[in-house]
């Protein structure tokens, strides 16, 4: 009979290194909530009363071009009959999820006087509202690349805005940096030292970034190999997520401006490539934005909710539970979307669940995989709001916790 032990020993001594490499790069789920979406607004454009000027505009929209279920079904077809309330209570209670202050395109180049004078004043902005308690539950800036020709102005943005929030005491576990127009991996190993030498100046946790993915050369290197699980290994464990950028990147392919979408093909592979990168490591991926916007009469309106309601339930369909959302009038659709994407599956989820744990027959012999992937679905649909919590844990029960346990996620 084979030595068990003394193979086993001499198959750990084998493979030590590769089970080491597995637990730093796969970690899996971080545990944290994804937000629904990205809001972005120029960095002398926002203000303490941005996020309820957005929340204002929403339903003022929403109340001119669909006061009813009914009319908003009429742009958004695939609206779940217990949505509209809900899209409602969520404009008055949480507006934005994630808010990003742009120092980048939105924002554009300025006197170096001028942006750090934009750069204080949105961050004492932002300070004062999570001092009072009415900023999103995510947020930060964008700053410029680490090119050569914007790196200082985006590094001393940077060390502006997170000087400020550190001395006001508002540097949350929300706070995100996102870097805009990466072009290799050096880029993201020099900002892990960015990151530290900020650390030093202000003495703040740890700071995390997502990577802007809106270049072909963050997707292929010029020998062929995929960049982007090498910008991950860069980042020293302090890169959160991957956001796609619609269009600089089909622009740098050649894509005329008037196919440039998140569902043209060269979009789908940047993103295919951004989704196999991410899986296992705990970084979140976010899709980008539609520019047709919902303004103008009641047709033209309909029409750009149709669309982006459209993108963003082909997103979540993919995989993809985050986007971009440019303008106010945006809002409703991408809760409405959001919230028919999980409401629509929620009964036959908790019923699969219920089933894998023992609690019937779904006429599904789910395996384990296919059950962490059902406990995320409905963790997500508590989070953002399409469902409660006291709901779900009826629907399926199971509570929170044994829910985060089947999802994986750190209790």
């Not at 120029?42 to 941005?50: F, L, V």
């Not at 001393?156 to 990466?182: H, Q």
């Not at 270049?215 to 995929?226: E, K, R």
């Not at 991410?278 to 991926?285: D, E, F, N, P, Q």
Request: proline share 5%; aromatic share 6%; charged share 20%.
């Amino acid at each position: 009979m084979t030595d068990l032990d003394a193979l086993v020993g001499d198959l750990d001594r084998r493979l030590a290194e590769a089970d080491a490499v597995l637990a730093t790069r796969y970690p899996g789920d971080r545990g944290v909530r994804q937000p629904v979406h990205t809001v972005y607004v120029p960095g002398d454009q926002y203000d303490a009363g941005t996020v309820g000027a957005w929340a204002a505009e929403a339903k003022a929209a929403l109340a001119a071009h669909a006061g009813s279920a009914a009319e908003l079904a009429s742009a958004v077809p695939a609206l779940h009959e217990q949505v509209y309330e809900r899209v409602i209570a969520k404009l008055d209670a949480e507006p934005i999820e994630d808010l990003r202050i742009d120092f980048e395109d939105g924002y554009g180049t300025r006197s170096d006087e001028e942006e750090d004078a934009a750069a204080v004043a949105a961050a004492r902005a932002l300070a004062s509202t999570v001092k009072d308690g009415s900023a999103p539950p995510f947020h930060g800036l964008r700053i410029k690349s680490l090119e050569a020709p914007s790196r200082r102005r985006g590094v001393r943005t940077l060390d502006l805005f997170v000087g400020e929030l550190a001395s006001a005491g508002a540097l949350t576990s929300g706070f995100v940096i996102t870097l805009a127009k990466v072009t290799s991996v050096e880029q993201i190993a020099a900002m892990v030292v960015v990151l530290e030498a900020v650390e030093r100046a202000h003495p703040v946790p740890k700071l995390g970034f997502e990577i802007q993915v809106e270049t072909p050369q963050s997707i292929l290197g010029p020998d062929g190999v995929a960049l982007i699980p090498l910008m991950i290994a860069a980042g020293a464990g302090r890169v959160t997520g991957l956001h796609y950028g619609t269009y600089d990147y089909s622009a740098s392919l050649g894509v005329a401006a008037a196919y440039q979408s998140m569902e043209h093909p060269v979009a789908d592979h940047a993103k295919d490539v951004m989704q196999l990168a991410a899986a296992g490591t705990g970084v979140l991926i976010s899709d980008g934005s539609t520019n047709v916007l919902p303004v103008g009469d009641r047709e033209a309106v309909h029409a750009a909710w149709r669309l982006h309601a459209r993108l963003v339930r082909r997103s979540l369909e993919r995989g993809i539970y985050q986007g971009w959302d440019m303008h106010p009038a945006q809002l409703p659709t991408r809760y409405a979307a959001t919230y028919s994407f999980y409401r629509e599956g929620l009964a036959s989820a908790a019923a699969r669940l219920r089933a894998y744990t023992g609690g019937g027959d779904s006429g599904y012999l789910d395996e384990p995989a296919t059950a962490t992937a059902l406990a995320a679905y409905v963790l997500r649909a508590a989070e953002c709001g399409a469902a409660t919590q006291e709901e779900i844990n009826k629907l399926t029960g199971l509570d929170k916790v044994a829910l985060a346990k089947l999802a994986k996620r750190p209790i």
